[in-house]
């Protein structure tokens, strides 16, 4: 296959991005994307030029470090896919592909199509946990909780952090990841007693980092690669009112 | 010098007891003064950093990666083990010890064995009171699935995501430290070297990914929590950022890797497909509870899957091992596969795969009851293939997994170097040859967890007494500029070949030569082709851009200087060992019909190797068999 890469490169936070062009001729149709650009790399390199900064680990749609914007959309032109699951039979012999960075205010370019997602982290430390200590846990099956219950709370908790649903927004609304960690473990009993306490602290913090409020234009649980829903997000308000006036 | 497991007195159900009556303690206000720190941030080092945060040491956690939540735990699929006999079925601590026991080929000791066993029921306890969402009845009970090489139900889930949801309760915790600022975290941050003083560990030089930048820590004791190896051979099951230089950088400072060329080829990951390749997706254990592996009996048969009737396929697993069948263990389950492959019956493409079929399951239980147990799983393996898996079997095959072998540690999971620890996958203790499925999140946590917090107060408690060193002492000077010329050094060869490239290469000799299936030509032949490739690659690499820079390009090259080294250990100890047991398979030591022979009188210890300059002196640990009978390891 034959590609035009065209790819957001930047030097530094300060500095002034901007696109550049690589054509890239012996890529096969069942080389994931991130190989694709593994491959740029490898001819950058023997030209004696930078490689194009991404981010990768797993490689298998679960650790949530990669995500770019490819083509205008987040993680590429699937829905419910990570960026590393994609392959390139996805795209036509000579397309040309723009590939550009998560674009938010709260997550700020490291270098090329890097960002720092370290706002998320914040979120989490600031509520996201049961304060029970290694060594204090009751028998597990004295907690008894309906499949029901069990189940919902797994569907929120599938999130996988990549940040989709920030970068597709309008509003670089953190709304979605924040709801699902808060409906994960407010939805069960071991996460009642701090219930309040985590809503009104997470959402505080989601605000302080510049995130913005969500409308509802629903762009983010298409984007999100776990498909979790936006229902998540009326939850959270509501339990964010509640949590108001009884927490 | 004389190997010394400090393994506690008594029976073997005492033993940990008897380790924690005796052990030293220290008061809480002290605790505050001591400082540790913690390099990986997976299930061993959160759940590690976490605990003794919570205990009151002053705690400094490092990751490679962006943030804490993604390490390469988060991919762990099907489950974790415990023995708490929920399903009536006959399961108990014992069992589990014997099954894991066995399942290593008796080349593991058998009181870090039975103390993973122990711990487990308490670890599931303390999961379920993190929050993790495991699989329940209707009823609110917790549900159980089987693994391979047991007979038991005694696997916890949640959906195909087990890991991810054991790390984020981890990374929970974690955080939670982090807000109350007793632990300072440190992303994108690498470990490049171990700093020595007196004989003890008291600090790392680290490396900042985005600026380059070197920077000192000190502490009082370090513990490795850097995960496996296997990315040695390039094409792995592991995440790509995966790697074996922090316990390499501490084996070159004096801490013994033992067992290192055990190392697991799993039996269901998705096959290679070109030479582009990265990465090869595993396929969780589990779908072997319902699915049934096969191979056409006709050799080269190019009819599709569906196209071949019942009597023409060869359910290989359960025509060798009746009674395990589709569940037999790892090792056995791979080197079947390779059987069968080799012998002309592979399906696929390359013809370098066998099928996974769920068509039967299907049939017995409908199609809900299978998308309820391994949906993700399916959906995963559409979007990479794009085959759908509930009309057409899986096509799978062997990869590079997990690392059995890894630093020698004693019962209080410490290196040969003093104050230095190595918990989760990256240290050698409680699987011996082969590891059973499900026990890996099993042994990460109970290390980080339960382990560690009660071990190292051991030590620290006589730490208290001196005085922790300056980060301007000589040997940090040493170790920094030692860090600072061997990145200069890999800059400067400027020579004609990628990284990638050299890594290709490698992977490829331990691929051939050093995984499923082992013999002394290979391994010598192999030995001298991977001298070669370390020639060539200093002498011929070419990495682009600086040092003070985030670089990827350079921290795939100096990961990659340090799997070279390791890749030559590895075929050492396996030309050292001659016999076959658990994932090592000597051609030369089989029986007729093609199963592993153990040599026992000669073999029964873990081999434990010595730097040495280069020259990999090896000593032995004597394993010594107590409280079971070594027997031969058959599922048959």
């Given at each position: 296959m034959k590609i035009t890469f065209k790819i957001w490169r930047q030097e530094g936070p300060n500095d002034k991005g901007g696109f550049q062009s690589y054509e890239v001729n012996d890529l096969t149709e069942d080389m994931s994307f991130l190989e694709a650009l593994d491959h740029l790399n490898e001819i950058l390199v023997l030209k004696n030029k930078k490689v194009v900064a991404f981010e990768y680990d797993c490689r298998e749609g679960i650790c949530g470090q990669c995500g770019v914007f490819i083509n205008g959309r987040a993680h590429g032109p699937h829905d419910n896919m990570t960026t590393c699951q994609l392959h390139m039979r996805s795209f036509e012999d000579g397309a040309t592909i723009t590939v550009e960075p998560w674009r938010a205010r709260s997550f700020p370019i490291i270098k090329d199509l890097i960002v720092n997602r370290s706002a998320f982290d914040r979120i989490i430390e600031n509520g996201a946990f049961i304060s029970a200590k290694t060594g204090t846990a009751p028998e597990a099956n004295a907690i008894l909780i309906s499949k029901t219950v069990s189940d919902r709370a797994m569907d929120a908790a599938a999130c996988i952090g990549c940040g989709a649903c920030v970068a597709t927004c309008k509003n670089s609304s953190a709304a979605l990841f924040t709801s699902a960690k808060i409906n994960h473990l407010n939805g069960l009993p071991q996460g009642a007693p701090e219930a309040h306490q985590r809503v009104l602290d997470m959402t505080a913090q989601m605000e302080k980092e510049g995130f913005g409020h969500c409308s509802f234009t629903g762009a983010c649980e298409v984007e999100c690669p776990e498909g979790i829903s936006i229902v998540n997000i009326a939850e959270m308000n509501a339990r964010f009112i509640k949590a108001k006036i009884f927490g | 010098m004389v190997l010394d497991a400090k393994i506690p007195e008594g029976k073997l159900e005492d033993k940990w007891r008897n380790y924690q009556i005796q052990s030293k303690l220290i008061n809480p206000a002290n605790k505050k003064k001591l400082s540790v720190i913690v390099v990986g941030s997976g299930l061993s080092g959160a759940g590690a950093a976490a605990t003794l945060a919570e205990l009151g040491y002053d705690i400094h956690c490092f990751c490679y990666q962006d943030s804490a939540r993604r390490a390469h735990s988060v991919a762990a699929q099907g489950g974790i083990n415990a023995a708490k006999n929920y399903q009536h079925d006959g399961d108990s601590i014992w069992r589990m010890f014997y099954d894991t026991l066995k399942g290593g080929d008796f080349r593991s000791r058998?009181?870090?064995?039975?103390?993973?066993?122990?711990?487990?029921?308490?670890?599931?306890?303390?999961?379920?009171?993190?929050?993790?969402?495991?699989?329940?009845?209707?009823?609110?009970?917790?549900?159980?699935?089987?693994?391979?090489?047991?007979?038991?139900?005694?696997?916890?889930?949640?959906?195909?995501?087990?890991?991810?949801?054991?790390?984020?309760?981890?990374?929970?915790?974690?955080?939670?430290?982090?807000?109350?600022?007793?632990?300072?975290?440190?992303?994108?941050?690498?470990?490049?070297?171990?700093?020595?003083?007196?004989?003890?560990?008291?600090?790392?030089?680290?490396?900042?990914?985005?600026?380059?930048?070197?920077?000192?820590?000190?502490?009082?004791?370090?513990?490795?929590?850097?995960?496996?190896?296997?990315?040695?051979?390039?094409?792995?099951?592991?995440?790509?950022?995966?790697?074996?230089?922090?316990?390499?950088?501490?084996?070159?400072?004096?801490?013994?890797?033992?067992?290192?060329?055990?190392?697991?080829?799993?039996?269901?990951?998705?096959?290679?497909?070109?030479?582009?390749?990265?990465?090869?997706?595993?396929?969780?254990?589990?779908?072997?509870?319902?699915?049934?592996?096969?191979?056409?009996?006709?050799?080269?048969?190019?009819?599709?899957?569906?196209?071949?009737?019942?009597?023409?396929?060869?359910?290989?697993?359960?025509?060798?091992?009746?009674?395990?069948?589709?569940?037999?263990?790892?090792?056995?389950?791979?080197?079947?596969?390779?059987?069968?492959?080799?012998?002309?019956?592979?399906?696929?493409?390359?013809?370098?795969?066998?099928?996974?079929?769920?068509?039967?399951?299907?049939?017995?239980?409908?199609?809900?009851?299978?998308?309820?147990?391994?949906?993700?799983?399916?959906?995963?393996?559409?979007?990479?293939?794009?085959?759908?898996?509930?009309?057409?079997?899986?096509?799978?095959?062997?990869?590079?997994?997990?690392?059995?072998?890894?630093?020698?540690?004693?019962?209080?999971?410490?290196?040969?170097?003093?104050?230095?620890?190595?918990?989760?996958?990256?240290?050698?203790?409680?699987?011996?040859?082969?590891?059973?499925?499900?026990?890996?999140?099993?042994?990460?946590?109970?290390d980080g967890y339960f382990i560690l917090p009660n071990t190292i107060n051991n030590y620290l408690a006589q730490e208290i007494k001196s005085e922790r060193p300056d980060i301007h002492h000589v040997e940090f000077d040493k170790a920094e500029q030692g860090v600072k010329d061997y990145v200069d050094r890999i800059l400067s060869v400027d020579g004609t070949k990628t990284a990638d490239h050299f890594h290709r290469e490698l992977g490829k000799v331990m691929w051939n030569d050093c995984a499923m299936s082992r013999n002394k030509t290979g391994l010598e032949k192999a030995i001298n082709q991977i001298e070669d490739i370390r020639r060539q690659f200093w002498s011929d690499v070419k990495v682009t851009g600086e040092s003070k820079e985030l670089n990827t390009e350079l921290e795939k090259a100096y990961r990659l200087a340090d799997f070279i080294e390791l890749g030559i250990l590895m075929c050492k100890d396996a030309l050292q060992r001659e016999e076959s047991c658990g994932a090592h398979f000597r051609e030369e030591y089989q029986t007729e019909d093609g199963e592993a022979v153990r040599v026992d009188d000669q073999f029964t210890f873990v081999s434990a190797w010595d730097y040495d300059e280069g020259n990999f002196a090896l000593h032995k640990e004597s394993l010594e068999f107590e409280f079971v009978q070594p027997t031969v390891r058959s599922y048959k």
């Open positions: - | 058998e009181a870090n064995t039975y103390r993973l066993a122990e711990l487990s029921a308490p670890l599931i306890d303390h999961y379920t009171q993190q929050g993790v969402p495991f699989a329940r009845e209707y009823g609110g009970t917790l549900v159980n699935r089987s693994f391979g090489g047991v007979q038991v139900q005694r696997t916890f889930y949640a959906r195909g995501q087990t890991g991810q949801q054991l790390l984020l309760a981890a990374y929970s915790q974690l955080y939670k430290m982090v807000r109350s600022k007793k632990v300072t975290m440190h992303t994108r941050s690498e470990m490049m070297d171990l700093v020595v003083i007196d004989g003890k560990a008291k600090g790392i030089i680290v490396r900042d990914l985005i600026t380059g930048e070197l920077q000192r820590y000190v502490a009082d004791a370090v513990v490795l929590a850097t995960g496996g190896y296997s990315r040695v051979f390039r094409l792995s099951t592991l995440a790509i950022g995966c790697n074996g230089s922090a316990i390499w950088k501490a084996h070159k400072k004096g801490a013994y890797f033992a067992a290192p060329s055990f190392t697991q080829i799993h039996p269901t990951a998705l096959p290679q497909s070109s030479e582009a390749q990265s990465k090869l997706t595993l396929m969780s254990e589990s779908l072997r509870n319902d699915g049934r592996i096969w191979v056409p009996k006709k050799k080269d048969d190019t009819r599709v899957a569906n196209d071949i009737p019942e009597d023409e396929r060869d359910y290989y697993l359960e025509r060798r091992y009746p009674s395990f069948g589709n569940l037999a263990p790892r090792d056995i389950a791979s080197r079947a596969a390779k059987e069968r492959i080799d012998a002309g019956h592979g399906v696929g493409r390359l013809k370098n795969a066998v099928y996974l079929d769920f068509k039967h399951a299907i049939e017995r239980f409908g199609k809900q009851t299978i998308a309820d147990r391994y949906g993700n799983l399916f959906t995963m393996y559409k979007k990479i293939t794009g085959v759908d898996a509930y009309t057409k079997p899986m096509m799978i095959s062997p990869a590079a997994h997990f690392s059995m072998g890894g630093l020698w540690v004693d019962y209080e999971l410490m290196t040969t170097v003093s104050g230095l620890y190595a918990i989760g996958e990256c240290n050698f203790s409680d699987h011996g040859a082969n590891r059973l499925g499900a026990n890996s999140l099993l042994q990460a946590s109970v």
